[in-house]
């Protein structure tokens, strides 16, 4: 069973950094994309920055210039540099892994339990 464990939330002030952690471990075949998603209280989930296989990342628009996805795609890690955090970015934030666990096996998203992420004004 793929399992990913999330570490580095907590609570900062505004104008503030925090770094997220994210590892997946278990048995899994290839990882196509990491990446974060978070959920504020009586809001959607959404998502917050996506690193493909490929390459390419995708950022909201919210948080552009200011976090920083990257991936270690050997150890199945992904990290989210939080600079400059405003009050609006509280909210739990969880690591989803899309992936396959086996050739040619279809692709199942994977989720963290999510850690919280508290800005004070």
């Known amino acids: 069973q793929v399992q990913l464990m999330e570490s580095g939330g907590g609570l900062v002030q505004a104008g503030g950094s925090l770094r997220l952690s994210c590892a997946a471990s278990?048995?899994?075949?290839?990882?196509?994309?990491m990446g974060w998603y978070r959920q504020a209280p009586g809001k959607q989930r959404e998502l917050v920055a996506l690193?493909?296989?490929?390459?390419?990342?995708n950022y909201a628009d919210s948080v552009k210039d200011r976090f920083t996805v990257s991936r270690d795609n050997a150890q199945m890690t992904v990290y989210l540099q939080m600079n400059s955090l405003k009050p609006e970015d509280t909210a739990v934030y969880y690591c989803?892994?899309?992936?396959?666990?086996?050739?040619?096996?279809?692709?199942?998203?994977?989720w963290g339990q999510g850690t919280q992420v508290t800005v004070s004004s």
């Open positions: 989803n892994a899309l992936g396959s666990n086996y050739p040619d096996g279809p692709n199942r998203n994977y």
């Open positions: 278990g048995v899994i075949f290839s990882i196509n994309a």
């Open positions: 690193v493909f296989s490929g390459g390419s990342i």
